[in-house]
């Protein structure tokens, strides 16, 4: 599995523009902290059926967006998926979170202060941690951890959320939490960011695009034409149509930089790969998007030939989500959530 996710790795290192020497060393990390599933014929059935991604291969890329500038590349994995007990996968996790944040000089010391309360002894719920690199040029990545609030059980995941902002001296954000019917993830960025983020996701489930007009909380962020608009489009309906999308939810994330309880970045998640045909269909209107944001779709084309030679045509979720990125200062974001399909391909969506 590992050879399979390297070979996309460094296909993508290369049209993001990075240079040979430091996309092998990236791809050699991310496989060395894979760990034992690395190794596992691609002939077997993956390791856990891991909710990374769909079929379960515990890698999934992303290629994120902004007019003007390269796009950048960031790889989410599992570590150490699919070894042993979830205690002892979950333990094996952390060495290679630590190992990795070692060999590039990144701290861990927001994830210090809160891994007891979400690595505990016999962790619970879908996954227990989780590592992004963003693919940065010069060989340092940037490194954020995803951690389970459901770590302690589902019926303690606020409480585990609330703990942890409290901890990290996020006392206006645990006096308001962003709206959701369920809390997915919290990340944190370690190390060096300029600004580093700690960050909440939450699902919407059977949001209309009506609805998602008023999904943001942050400050400066998208209108609520721009976030119906973005819905819409990604999920492929038209201006008069408005039906809950009911099958895998919307999603949303606020960063919070500062402390003073206001978000300074917000991301909205269409799981495109529920609401299309195909990904022939996907790719469309994720150009439709990125022209609308001033971007050139070829680069996103590029990315899924170097992914797989498949017809897009034949499967969906090559794709798994659009996302629109707003963060304070900056120009918003289109991001395209890519699998890997290690181990399989899903059939296009007949409608
Ligand atoms: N596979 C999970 C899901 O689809 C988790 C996940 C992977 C995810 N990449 C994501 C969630 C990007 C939101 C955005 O929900």
Redesign the pocket.
Known sequence: MGAHTTRQLLALCDLAGLGAAESTAYARAVNAALGPVAERPLGLPPGIPS????DHTPV?FSLSFSPGLAPTLRV?FEPASGFGTPAESSLLAQRALRGLAGHWGISTEQLDAVSDLFLPDDPQGAFSLWIALELLPGGTPRMKAYLNPAANGAHRTEETVRAALRRLGHHHTDADLPDGDQLLFLALDLGDWPQPRLKI?TTHHGLTPTAARSLSRMLDGPAPDELEAFVRTAAGLGPRENPRLAL?PV?TCHGYTGTTGSAGAFTA?V?VRDYAPHDGEVLDRAALLLHRYGIDPAGLRDALGALTPRPLEDGVGLI??L?LAHQHGRTPRITA?LSSEAYRVRPPNIR
């Open positions: 909710f990374l991604s769909d999934e989410l996701y895998r999603q998640y799981p798994s989500y996302a959530y």
